[in-house]
C-alpha cells in the first residue's frame, strides 16, 4: 500500500507541474499586437518547428513561451564540447556522481545564457508587432522570457526527482499532444471516398506507430565472455551481453535533419538575392534532390549521434578491465574495429527507418487531403512513443517492486 501512496504521489506531481507549465504558455507578454503577430508567421516554417516542442508558445510569446528549448540546445552543446574537450569529458568519465553533478551546473549555466540569447533575439523579433518598442519593453521581454524557461527547467528536474518519468521528455510530449486537438479541429471530411481513403491512411499510422515502437526498442545482443562466466561445460552464459539500441540517436537524427531541411524554405522567403533564389526553390521543388538532402541529413547525424553517445575504444577498455572478450575477437583494437563495424551497420538501417517513416506524411498528403502528420508529425510521433514507453516502464518497475516487497513480506 505505501508503494501504491508513492506512485500516486508520484504521478500527481508530475501532473500538476505539467498543468502549470501548459497555463504558463497562455499568459501573454502585454504590449503584442496578437491578431497581426499570428498573421505574419502563419507560413513561418522555423517557427512551426519550434511550436512544435514549445506547443506553441511562439505563436503566443506567453511567459513560458521558450520552454525546454534553451534546456534541449545547451545539452546538445555540452554534449558536443565533452567531446571535443579533454578536461570535460574526464570530468564525466571518471569523477562519477559528482562529475554528473558539474556536468549538469555547467548545461544549467549555459541554459541560462542561451535564454538570454533567444529571449534578446524574440524581442528584436516581434519589434514590428508591439504597440510602443523601446529598450525597457525589450529588457521586460528578455528579463520574463529567460525567467519563464529556467522555470521550466526547474519543474523539469522536480518531475525527474520527484515525479514519473524524465521532466524534460514529459514536458515536449505535453506540447506535442497539445497541437493534436487543432489538427483535428481543422481537419474536415468531405465525401465518403475520403472518409474511406482516409481510414486507409489511418491504419497505416498504426502500422508505422507499430514500426516505431520496434525500432525504439530493437538491439543488437553482442554476447561477452569471462572466465568467471563459463559453466562446467565451458558454454557461454547467454544472459552476459552488451545491448547495441538499433536507433542510437532516438529521435534526434530527424529533428536536426528536419529542421535544417527548412532552411532552404526560409532563405527563399527572406532573401532577395534572385540567384539563391533560384537554387533553393530547385531544392525545394524537386522531389528526387530533396529526398536525397532529407536521406544525407538523416544518415549524417545518425552517425554523428552514434559517435557521441558510443565510444567503442572506452567499451573495449571496459572488457579489458573485467577480464571478458567479445568470442572470436581479440581484445584490444580487433574488438574497437568489430563493434564499429556493428553499430555502422545498425546506425545505417535505424537511419534508413527514420527516413522512410519520415516520408509516410508526404505520401499521405499526396493520397488524399490529410494534414494530421504532415511537417514534423513524424518526428512528434516518434517523441510520443518513445516518452510513453520510458514512461510506461517505470510505472511497471514501481508495480513489480511493490508485488516483490509482498512476496518478501
Not at 8 to 21: A, P, W, Y
Not at 87 to 98: A, F, P, T, V
Not at 232 to 244: A, G, V
Not at 378 to 386: A, K
Request: charge should be positive.
Amino acid at each position: 500500500m505505501e508503494k501504491q501512496k508513492k506512485l500516486i504521489n508520484k504521478i500527481s506531481i508530475t501532473l500538476i507541474i505539467l498543468f502549470i507549465s501548459r497555463i504558463g504558455i497562455f499568459i501573454p507578454i502585454p504590449g503584442i499586437d496578437q491578431s497581426e503577430f499570428n498573421e505574419s508567421i502563419s507560413q513561418n516554417t522555423i517557427v512551426n518547428f519550434l511550436n512544435i516542442f514549445s506547443g506553441g508558445g511562439f505563436s503566443t510569446i506567453g511567459i513560458f513561451s521558450l520552454g525546454i528549448i534553451p534546456y534541449i540546445n545547451s545539452s546538445i552543446i555540452i554534449q558536443l564540447l565533452i567531446k571535443f574537450i579533454p578536461s570535460l569529458e574526464d570530468i564525466q568519465k571518471n569523477e562519477g556522481e559528482i562529475g554528473k553533478q558539474k556536468i549538469n551546473r555547467i548545461t544549467r549555466y549555459l541554459t541560462g545564457l542561451w535564454a538570454i540569447i533567444q529571449s534578446i533575439s524574440i524581442g528584436l523579433w516581434i519589434k514590428p508587432y508591439t504597440f510602443n518598442w523601446n529598450i525597457s519593453f525589450c529588457s521586460d521581454v528578455v528579463i520574463t522570457l529567460t525567467t519563464g524557461s529556467l522555470i521550466i527547467v526547474w519543474f523539469s528536474e522536480i518531475i525527474t526527482e520527484y515525479g514519473i518519468g524524465n521532466g524534460t521528455s514529459l514536458l515536449i510530449f505535453q506540447n506535442i499532444v497539445s497541437n493534436i486537438p487543432k489538427n483535428l479541429h481543422n481537419y474536415i471530411i468531405n465525401s465518403n471516398k475520403q472518409l474511406t481513403i482516409n481510414i486507409l491512411l489511418l491504419i497505416s499510422c498504426i502500422v508505422i506507430l507499430i514500426i516505431n515502437i520496434l525500432i525504439q526498442d530493437s538491439k543488437r545482443k553482442i554476447k561477452i565472455i569471462a572466465s568467471k562466466h563459463l559453466g562446467e561445460n565451458n558454454k557461454l552464459s547467454t544472459q552476459n551481453y552488451i545491448p547495441l539500441k538499433l536507433n542510437q540517436g532516438g529521435v534526434m537524427p530527424i529533428v536536426f535533419a528536419s529542421a535544417a531541411i527548412t532552411i532552404p524554405q526560409y532563405i527563399v522567403i527572406n532573401t532577395k538575392n534572385e540567384v539563391l533564389q533560384n537554387i533553393f526553390r530547385t531544392i525545394i521543388s524537386n522531389n528526387i534532390i530533396y529526398l536525397i538532402l532529407y536521406l544525407s541529413l538523416i544518415l549524417t547525424f545518425s552517425y554523428f549521434y552514434s559517435s557521441i553517445i558510443l565510444n567503442t575504444k572506452e567499451i573495449s577498455e571496459n572488457l579489458q578491465k573485467l577480464g571478458a572478450n567479445i568470442p572470436n575477437t581479440r581484445p584490444g583494437e580487433e574488438t574497437v574495429k568489430y563493434l564499429n563495424k556493428i553499430i555502422s551497420k545498425l546506425t545505417f538501417i535505424g537511419a534508413l527507418f527514420l527516413f522512410i517513416i519520415a516520408q509516410f506524411p508526404l505520401l499521405a498528403s499526396k493520397i488524399s487531403q490529410l494534414n494530421l502528420l504532415q511537417g514534423l508529425g513524424t518526428t512528434s510521433l516518434l517523441i510520443l512513443v518513445g516518452v510513453a514507453i520510458e514512461t510506461a516502464k517505470q510505472i511497471q518497475t514501481y508495480i513489480i517492486s511493490e508485488q516483490y516487497d509482498n512476496i518478501m513480506g
